[in-house]
């Protein structure tokens, strides 16, 4: 039996094939995929073997996709929780344990309570945990110290680090392109 219509993606590389994003992971749906591929915005790379059809065409759906034009990669990232939690690889930067999104918070090393702001070079992530420990004091205060100090990324350095937190979803044929810079195991 094959796969739901909803379980066929398209990986997006942009013109040079790179992935336009690794975490979150850039993909399409299949009608995104096909309603570019029909407007001539992308090149199909790869496609699965189930097809859609109307009365006057048919098509497989894509798998992978390229982007005819190159789209720059903005190199600074918006300042999000979750592009904080990137940067910190999803882990607190005072007990240095990884822990799920739902379990993290961010953390104003100088409190916003005594003037800290909430920037780049001020904002780390902490587990709730730690954060509640040290509460509104300085880090001298609490003898807690990040483990590494806070600094603004560019997208590049988000990228590469998300290419280390694979999604849950990752179709075989996708592999290649996502990973075809890093080391393959001897067969």
């Known amino acids: 039996m094959s796969a739901s219509i909803e379980a066929c993606p398209a990986l997006v590389l942009n013109a040079d ?39 006057r065409w048919e098509a497989r759906l894509p798998s992978v996709i390229s982007l005819k034009k190159y789209a720059p990669m903005e190199r600074s990232p918006a300042f ?3 592009n904080v939690f990137l940067r910190d690889r999803f882990m607190c930067q005072y007990c240095r344990t990884p822990h799920p999104t739902n379990d993290l918070t961010f953390d104003h090393i100088i409190p916003r309570s005594r003037g800290g702001r909430t920037t780049w070079q001020n904002v780390i992530t902490a587990c709730a ?37 694979p999604p849950n979803y990752l179709h075989q044929g996708w592999r290649d392109y996502l990973y075809w810079d890093t080391e393959l195991d001897p067969v």
Do not use: D
Request: with cysteine; glycine share 6%.
């Open 17 to 55: 094939f790179r992935p336009l994003s690794y975490f979150p992971l850039s993909v399409w749906s299949w009608q995104e995929a096909i309603k570019a591929v029909f407007l001539g915005r992308v090149n199909v790379v790869q496609e699965y073997e189930r097809v859609v059809h109307s009365p």
């Open 80 to 82: 999000t929780r979750f």
């Open 129 to 165: 945990q730690c954060n509640l420990t040290k509460g509104n004091r300085l880090p001298e205060e609490a003898n807690m110290f990040p483990s590494q100090r806070p600094f603004r990324p560019n997208s590049y350095h988000l990228q590469e680090i998300g290419r280390g937190f």
